[in-house]
């Protein structure tokens, strides 16, 4: 069992910069590829960024690559999301995800492979 917990959101002007996080409790996050996926208001969940346990791969939706970065940290059981040059458009509720990491590959966009989520939290880019 993972339970997962966001922090960082706000308002924040086009252009600037948020930092989220995610605390997992539990001694297996080192097993669990972790995601971010966003909702805005009428619109399906939608992947943002993905990494697998190690740290040293990780993947992006075209619309956020060049401006978001996920990152981990295994001791701290924590992951992030640096979000830079923010978009009216990135205006959505945020959510961390946790996956059972095994050998291969997977498609990182597809919601229904996550085992675990976390409850959001709200980002808010004002134009």
């Known amino acids: 069992q993972v339970q997962l917990v966001e922090s960082g959101g706000g308002l924040v002007q086009a252009g600037g910069s948020l930092r989220l996080s995610c605390a997992a409790s539990?001694?297996?996050?080192?097993?669990?590829?972790m995601g971010w996926f966003r909702q805005a208001p009428g619109k399906e969940r939608e992947f943002v960024a993905a990494?697998?346990?190690?740290?040293?791969?990780?993947y992006y939706a075209d619309s956020v690559k060049g401006r978001f970065t996920i990152s981990r940290d295994n001791a701290k059981n924590t992951v992030n999301l640096q979000m830079n040059s923010l978009r009216p458009e990135d205006t959505a509720v945020y959510y961390c995800?946790?996956?059972?990491?095994?050998?291969?590959?997977?498609?990182?966009?597809?919601?229904?492979?996550?085992?675990?989520w976390g409850q959001g939290t709200q980002v808010t880019v004002s134009s």
């Open positions: 995800a946790a996956r059972f990491d095994r050998p291969g590959g997977y498609n990182w966009a597809n919601k229904d492979g996550y085992d675990y």
């Open positions: 539990g001694r297996t996050f080192t097993r669990y590829a």
């Open positions: 990494i697998r346990t190690s740290g040293s791969s990780t």
